[in-house]
């Protein structure tokens, strides 16, 4: 971990105002993924994984003959074009394809007439799954792994998949010193069926911090609490009155309840669905956070407030002036999930080697 990335102090102390959310307040760890080179032994989001040579890489063995072909592209095209955006937006000099890109293109060029020649796999064919985050107890203490493990790997399809139109995740806990020999080459899918299931290679910056929840998993009374605006004024809050009286509400879930992004730990983001209790089909207790796959670092308007300190200048001149050619600040990732929301990773809090689940949210 070379860099470090801080979520500015919340505006309002809540816990100050409402003394009752206290002991609501949960544990969370943003992890600030921002693009760059990780290694295999260092925690990452879409880096290399510390994948034992000796073992099988995960294929998804569903159908995917319902995806539409018109929207599938190679890996390498991907990565090509988002190579090629990002010089146009860094020299803003219009310039075209320069000798290195040319020869990535012909070397895509080759490869792709070389499978054409072959033909496309099946639509049944397993698809080699795609690395979404590795993360090391080290460097993410929140996380529940089973008794000797310390290092948790997620993959996905990249493809959608009915009856949620999400990709199907797998999720592996291991122990980093029983790997000895690494997969140099993982297998990569032929083709992902929405370029926001390629995600960039990123580096971690982890935060600790404290989360409450979001309005929606508020009891009632606690609801009818939050939405009561003599309250926040009787507490001597400064905020603009003007612009927050009429929906209290909003102001907490915006500022002060879950932060947006990547994390591990914390509350539920809720906002597409009212909440939607997980229960673990083992043993039927319910399932609890582990990881949030976020297509947004933060929200635009009022949401870049949980854009970092070190950010905080890039995130205003993006909600003011906008951003072009896919290089938004607030998605290094490059991932989107449904229709820019985040997926949940749930696990069981009984025994983490239970089956997770998956939610888009």
Same mark, same amino acid.
């Given at each position: 971990?070379?860099?470090?990335?801080?979520?500015?102090?919340?505006?309002?102390?809540?816990?100050?105002?409402?003394?009752?959310?206290?002991?609501?307040?949960?544990?969370?760890?943003?992890?600030?993924?921002?693009?760059?080179?990780?290694?295999?032994?260092?925690?990452?989001?879409?880096? /290399?994984?510390?994948?034992?040579?000796?073992?099988?890489?995960?294929?998804?063995?569903?159908?995917?003959?319902?995806?539409?072909?018109?929207?599938?592209?190679?890996?390498?095209?991907?990565?090509?074009?988002?190579?090629?955006?990002?010089?146009?937006?860094?020299?803003?000099?219009?310039?075209?394809?320069? /000798?290195?890109?040319?020869?990535?293109?012909?070397?895509?060029?080759?490869?792709?007439?070389?499978?054409?020649?072959?033909?496309?796999? /099946?639509?049944?064919?397993?698809?080699?799954?795609?690395?979404?985050?590795?993360?090391?107890?080290? $460097?993410?203490?929140?996380?529940?792994?089973?008794?000797?493990?310390?290092?948790?790997?997620?993959?996905?399809?990249?493809?959608?998949? $009915?009856?949620?139109?999400?990709?199907?995740?797998?999720?592996?806990?291991?122990?980093?010193?029983?790997?000895?020999?690494?997969?140099?080459?993982?297998?990569?899918?032929?083709?992902?069926?929405?370029?926001? =299931?390629?995600?960039? /290679?990123?580096?971690?910056?982890?935060?600790?911090?404290?989360? =409450?929840?979001?309005?929606?998993?508020?009891?009632?009374?606690?609801?009818?609490?939050?939405?009561?605006?003599?309250?926040?004024?009787?507490?001597?809050?400064?905020?603009?009155?003007?612009?927050?009286? $009429?929906?209290?509400?909003?102001? =907490?879930?915006?500022?002060?309840?879950?932060?947006?992004?990547?994390?591990?730990?914390?509350?539920?983001?809720?906002?597409?669905?009212?909440?939607?209790?997980?229960?673990?089909?083992?043993?039927?207790?319910?399932?609890?956070?582990?990881?949030?796959?976020?297509?947004?670092?933060? $929200?635009?308007?009022?949401?870049?407030?949980?854009?970092?300190?070190?950010?905080?200048?890039?995130? =205003?001149?993006?909600?003011?002036?906008?951003?072009?050619?896919?290089?938004?600040?607030?998605?290094?990732?490059?991932?989107?999930?449904?229709?820019?929301?985040?997926?949940?990773?749930?696990?069981?809090?009984?025994?983490?080697?239970?089956?997770?689940?998956?939610?888009?949210?």
């Amino acid at each position: 971990m070379v860099f470090v990335r801080t979520t500015p102090p919340r505006p309002v102390d809540v816990t100050a105002v409402f003394p009752e959310l206290a002991p609501l307040a949960r544990p969370a760890i943003r992890l600030h993924p921002r693009p760059g080179a990780p290694s295999a032994g260092e925690s990452s989001v879409g880096g /290399p994984l510390l994948w034992p040579a000796e073992e099988p890489w995960p294929h998804c063995e569903a159908s995917h003959l319902h995806v539409d072909s018109g929207f599938r592209q190679p890996p390498a095209e991907v990565r090509l074009k988002r190579r090629m955006q990002a010089r146009w937006h860094r020299d803003h000099n219009g310039q075209g394809t320069t /000798p290195e890109e040319a020869a990535v293109k012909e070397r895509n060029a080759a490869m792709l007439a070389e499978r054409f020649a072959v033909g496309p796999p /099946p639509a049944d064919c397993p698809v080699p799954m795609l690395p979404v985050s590795q993360l090391y107890l080290r $460097d993410i203490p929140l996380l529940r792994p089973p008794a000797q493990a310390d290092l948790l790997q997620v993959l996905w399809c990249p493809y959608d998949h $009915d009856p949620h139109h999400k990709p199907s995740t797998a999720m592996f806990w291991r122990s980093a010193a029983e790997v000895v020999d690494i997969l140099a080459t993982p297998p990569e899918p032929y083709e992902v069926n929405d370029d926001g =299931y390629l995600l960039e /290679p990123c580096v971690l910056a982890p935060e600790a911090i404290t989360e =409450y929840p979001n309005s929606l998993d508020l009891s009632p009374q606690m609801l009818r609490m939050v939405e009561d605006w003599s309250r926040w004024q009787a507490a001597g809050v400064d905020v603009d009155s003007s612009e927050h009286a $009429d929906c209290p509400r909003d102001f =907490y879930d915006v500022h002060l309840a879950d932060a947006p992004g990547w994390k591990v730990g914390g509350w539920p983001p809720w906002g597409r669905t009212d909440p939607n209790p997980r229960y673990c089909t083992v043993c039927d207790v319910q399932m609890v956070p582990l990881l949030t796959i976020a297509s947004y670092e933060w $929200d635009g308007g009022e949401g870049h407030s949980w854009a970092p300190h070190e950010e905080q200048a890039a995130a =205003y001149a993006a909600n003011t002036t906008g951003h072009c050619c896919g290089q938004d600040p607030s998605q290094p990732t490059k991932v989107e999930v449904g229709s820019t929301d985040n997926m949940q990773i749930y696990i069981c809090p009984t025994s983490p080697e239970h089956p997770h689940t998956d939610l888009i949210q």
